[in-house]
């Protein structure tokens, strides 16, 4: 959908995008069985679960997508986008989560911009990620991050340029300006 609003001094895009796509076959990563039978592979220190590439009966990868642009004058603009994105396996009547889902992420952000000179900031986020929406096996690195999944982060970033003539121009960012975790 697309919707478009002017007059003047002043215009606003806002376009929203759905999707689906539905897979079969998909190849994803789940446990599996040793030779032998079982399902874990120790050494002298350490015992790990065994997995491997398989194909699942069908796989489902839906979202949606907000951008917008609003224009203020020949100036200014303020601009945002949010994401949102759900995957899952349907494998034997079972629905789990697909690897390689990103949680709800976006940026919203304001420029200046004149004839030789640019200022823009923006901040971008990511939402929350459960561990029980961490895919099987370890392509979405559950084991690497927190007990309760990958927590939300945003960063606050400044860019600037001026133009210096026909061939150069001088450019400057600063990303990540309150040094977050994220």
Same mark, same amino acid.
């Given at each position: 959908?697309?919707?478009?609003?002017?007059?003047?001094?002043?215009?606003?895009?806002?376009? =929203?995008?759905?999707?689906?796509?539905? =897979?079969?076959?998909?190849?994803?990563?789940?446990?599996? =069985?040793?030779?032998?039978?079982?399902?874990?592979?120790?050494?002298?220190?350490?015992?790990?679960?065994?997995?491997?590439?398989?194909?699942?009966?069908?796989?489902?990868?839906?979202?949606? *997508?907000?951008? *917008?642009?609003?224009?203020?004058?020949?100036?200014?603009?303020?601009d945002g986008s949010w994401s949102i994105t759900e995957g899952f396996i349907l494998k034997n009547g079972d629905k789990s989560p697909l690897a390689h889902i990103p949680p709800p992420y976006g940026k919203i952000g304001l420029s200046y911009k004149a004839k030789r000179f640019q200022l823009s900031g923006n901040i971008r986020f990511n939402g929350f990620k459960p561990i029980d929406q961490f895919g099987p096996g370890t392509s979405d690195n559950a084991k690497n991050t927190y007990r309760e999944g990958a927590f939300a982060w945003h960063t606050y970033n400044v860019y600037s340029s001026i133009n210096l003539g026909k061939n150069y121009s001088?450019?400057?960012?600063?990303e990540n300006i309150a040094d977050l975790h994220y």
């Open positions: 959908a697309y919707f478009n609003a002017g007059k003047k001094g002043f215009a606003a895009n806002i376009y =929203l995008t759905a999707f689906q796509t539905n =897979l079969t076959n998909a190849i994803i990563v789940d446990t599996f =069985l040793a030779p032998d039978g079982s399902d874990f592979i120790c050494d002298d220190e350490e015992c790990y679960r065994v997995t491997a590439s398989i194909n699942a009966d069908t796989a489902k990868i839906r979202g949606l *997508s907000l951008n *917008s642009i609003f224009y203020f004058g020949s100036k200014w603009k303020l001088i450019q400057l960012a600063m």
